[in-house]
């Protein structure tokens, strides 16, 4: 009995600590630091950078000193006979003897040593791959800032659906009570059926909307798991509110931020690629310059009827050579002068796509500052909305339940306090989003 004990104690306190290692509680600013460490999007762009360093010293080592080694063995199964005249040995004029020069069997063992003394093509290969590491690190800044604003969106509709479903679970038990009052009151005949059926048409809408609300928030922590890149099953618990949330991102001093839009990180974007297309001109121009690379290498002949090679006796004959190499381009029919006229034509598309940037950037930028400055006022607005909405509701309840107002009376107010509450939850979830999208463009992030 006492070995079973211990043993459910053990199951009891692995299960306990199993379920603690699921649970995952976050404020906003961790689940951001959180999601840029292991988001599968931000991951793959560190990977990239990665890559790119990998890329830039594969280029590099192209112009180093290369070494290859090679290692040859051939046996004539059937020898090739040279003919020469017959004379050379004293034999008659006009006869040709049949010779065989080589031995049936030859063993050549070869290391060479290459290296490029110019070749203009390497030369804009070692700017390109610096530029690619640039490229790489842009996307990667790029990616960061749309895993932000991503992670702030998930969270919030997380937090916009748990306050629905609060709010939404309020309003039934009220609805609920006062359906019970009413019915009471029907009962005595004090009251119309209509007012019950009034009541009850809202209840179940308030019901079907907190059914919905339920199954969007499951969606929305899943949405969140993923973003975060957690399991989509994972169990996430959230430190914020949506109220303390919407207080900490309204900043108006974001508003009168400069617009300095070679900050931002799609103009540098926008950068990289027109200098990649400068460093494509340069490439085909290189084309046409020669190039120049040497070489030196060593090796061993053997020779034998018989595979005799390993033997300390066989004899091994040494060779080396020294080159250099020289190619001079001459005439490609215009094909490298075409090449070059077209990324010349591509690069001055890429500085037209700069400027078109760089002026829907600045549009862009306008366009989240307007977007965020209405986000605040309508707030604004739908607070006080929701305050007059709270008492014309209460005020049309008491006047329901002393016989003054009408249940169509109460419906209609029940019906306008409902929306004005979840208009103001939305416009609480707006400046969040709108303020994350104006530091996005702007590349501003306030922790």
């Known amino acids: 009995m006492k070995n079973k004990l211990l043993l459910f104690f053990s199951l009891l306190s692995s299960i306990i600590m199993f379920s603690q290692e699921n649970n995952q509680s976050f404020t906003l600013q961790e689940a951001i630091d959180y999601a840029l460490e292991h988001n599968r999007t931000a991951k793959n762009a560190s990977l990239d950078i990665d890559a790119a ?6 280029t590099t080592a192209t112009g180093l000193p290369q070494i290859s080694a090679e290692v040859g063995y051939q046996n004539f199964l059937k020898q090739q006979v040279s003919l020469i005249p017959a004379e050379f040995f004293g034999g008659n004029p006009g006869e040709y003897a049949e010779v065989i020069f080589s031995t049936k069997q030859s063993m050549t063992a070869t290391a060479t040593l290459t290296q490029k003394l110019f070749d203009g093509s390497y030369l804009v290969g070692l700017q390109s791959a610096k530029v690619f590491l640039e490229i790489s690190k842009n996307a990667k800044e790029k990616t960061d800032l749309e895993v932000r604003k991503a992670v702030i969106n998930a969270y919030g509709n997380v937090l916009l659906a748990e306050e629905s479903a609060t709010i939404l679970n309020k309003n039934v038990e009220t609805l609920e009570k006062n359906l019970f009052e009413i019915n009471k009151i029907y009962e005595n005949g004090l009251e119309e059926e ?15 909307n ?45 508003l009168e931020t ?11 974007i926008a950068e990289n690629d027109k200098t990649s297309k400068e460093l494509l001109l340069k490439l085909e121009k290189s084309k046409a310059l020669p190039t120049l690379n040497t070489f030196i290498n060593g090796g061993y002949t ?27 381009p001459i005439f490609s029919s215009l094909g490298r002068s075409a090449a070059t006229q077209r990324a010349k034509i591509n690069l001055e598309k890429a500085k037209h796509d700069l400027i078109e940037t760089e002026q829907k950037l600045k549009l862009q930028i306008a366009s989240a500052k307007s977007d965020y400055q209405f986000a605040i006022e309508d707030y604004t607005n739908k607070k006080e909305n929701l305050n007059l909405a709270e008492r014309i509701e209460k005020k049309n309840q008491t006047k329901f339940f002393e016989g003054i107002a009408s249940s169509f009376d109460l419906r209609q ?31 501003t992030i306030n922790n």
């Open 302 to 328: 053997g020779y034998g009827d018989d595979f005799n090679f390993a033997n300390k006796d066989q004899k091994w004959f040494g060779s080396s050579l020294l080159g250099v190499n020289l190619n001079i």
């Open 210 to 254: 907190l059914n919905n609300v339920i199954r969007l928030k499951n969606l929305a922590y899943q949405m969140l798991n993923i973003t975060l890149g957690l399991d989509i099953n994972n169990s996430t618990v959230l430190e914020d509110n949506l109220l303390v949330l919407t207080s900490q991102n309204m900043d108006l001093g974001l």
């Open 194 to 208: 209509e007012s019950v059926e009034q009541l009850k048409i809202t209840l179940s809408g308030v019901k079907s």
């Open 258 to 268: 400069n617009a300095d839009v070679e900050n931002t990180i799609d103009f540098k």
């Open 53 to 58: 360093k990998k890329q830039k010293w594969e």
């Open 413 to 443: 107010a029940q019906t306008q306090l409902y929306a004005a509450q979840q208009e103001f939850l939305q416009a609480m979830l707006d400046v969040i989003n709108k303020k994350a999208e104006l530091e996005t463009v702007l590349n």
